[in-house]
């Protein structure tokens, strides 16, 4: 075997090397690809469930809550206006 004929089957070899890779590669992606998928499908089902219970509580705890506190800061800030104004009435 001279170096051309060498050369010739490194070549040969490294280029079925290189489609074996190929294919490998593809099919390593077509595996990936259908795990990932249920994968997302999976994850946009979850946060539309967290969403959904989001708007729930949102509606029905907080929301009341806010008015609630709402409520209470306005009747104590007008007690406080109506004292004040009673002290300087009192005052005087």
Not at 50 to 67: H, L, M, Y
């Amino acid at each position: 075997m001279d170096l051309a004929s060498i050369r010739d089957l490194a070549i040969v070899i490294l280029a079925v090397l290189a489609i074996v890779q190929l294919i490998l590669t593809i099919l390593l992606s077509l595996v990936i690809f259908t795990k990932v998928v249920p994968l997302l499908e999976s994850a946009k089902k979850t946060a539309t469930r967290v969403q959904g219970t989001t708007a729930f509580v949102a509606d029905t705890a907080v929301k009341p809550i806010i008015s609630t506190i709402a409520f209470a800061t306005g009747i104590t800030r007008a007690l406080a206006i109506l004292t004040r104004i009673a002290k300087r009435r009192g005052g005087r």
